[in-house]
């Protein structure tokens, strides 16, 4: 994939490792997505994303077709702040 963006996504309805293999599944039938992780310990999904393939919105679209109702979360809600 060219030039590549990672999205992370928070969908509170994983629960399990079924939900994380049915998310990657899903997703990964599409092109242009690469690497998908899911994690029902934090709810989050992060994707791997050609966006001249498919857009951020159709990720989302496939994750609540899927059951996984998902929002995009802002990087500083994912990354501990740094302090000097």
């Known amino acids: 994939m060219a ?3 990672t999205a992370t996504l928070f969908a509170p309805d994983i629960n399990c490792g079924h939900c994380q293999q049915h998310i990657s599944q899903d997703l990964g039938k599409f092109p242009g997505i690469g ?4 994690s029902p ?3 989050l999904v992060e994707v791997e994303y ?3 393939q498919v857009s951020l919105e159709s990720i989302k679209s496939v ?5 996984y109702p998902a929002r995009e ?3 500083t ?3 501990p702040a740094i302090t000097l």
């Open 35 to 38: 690497k998908v992780t899911a």
């Open 63 to 67: 994750l609540w077709a899927a059951g």
């Open 3 to 5: 030039d590549t963006q």
């Open 50 to 52: 050609d966006p001249d």
């Open 77 to 79: 809600e994912t990354k």
């Open 41 to 43: 310990q934090t709810k």
């Open 73 to 75: 979360v802002p990087i």
